[in-house]
């Protein structure tokens, strides 16, 4: 997981979340990829879904393989090599101003192992990834610790 690195003046402009009495979790099916980082759970599949058909109103950018972590407690050594480091990984804003690699460890670590310095991300912010959660306390949840990382 990456996390970059905070801008001061991003998080005083960083604007409170309001919760969504009509929000809906992100349906899941049986063979969507899901991210997990505690109680917060994004369906990754359907947020593919969703780049592919709005990529022209989200940010492709170059990401530096070295500001990485260079280990990642469950990557699994023998998938490196069949993954495509070509398909962009995903940067989430998970607190204001920061941003985690949320898919995509594979990638990094094949682009690591070959010398390769930079990869493509598409990275989304938080407007942009809330509609994946997939269940809706969470939601709730992750508006209250978004909110009190304001300043």
Known sequence: MI???????????????KIDR???PCPIQDDDELYQNGIFVFNITKMYEYIESHSTDLDLIQIEVEDFPKSFSSIDE???DSVDIAQPVILAEISPGNYNLIDGNHRKEKARKIGISRIYAYKLNVEHHLKFMT????????IKYWNGKLR
């Not at 996390?3 to 979340?17: E, F, N, V, Y």
């Not at 269940?135 to 992750?142: A, F, I, L, P, R």
């Open 3 to 17: 996390m970059s690195k905070i801008d001061p003046g991003r998080i005083k402009t960083a604007k409170k979340l």
């Open 22 to 24: 009509n929000f809906t």
């Open 78 to 80: 023998s998938h490196i």
């Open 135 to 142: 269940e809706k306390e969470s939601y709730k949840s992750y």
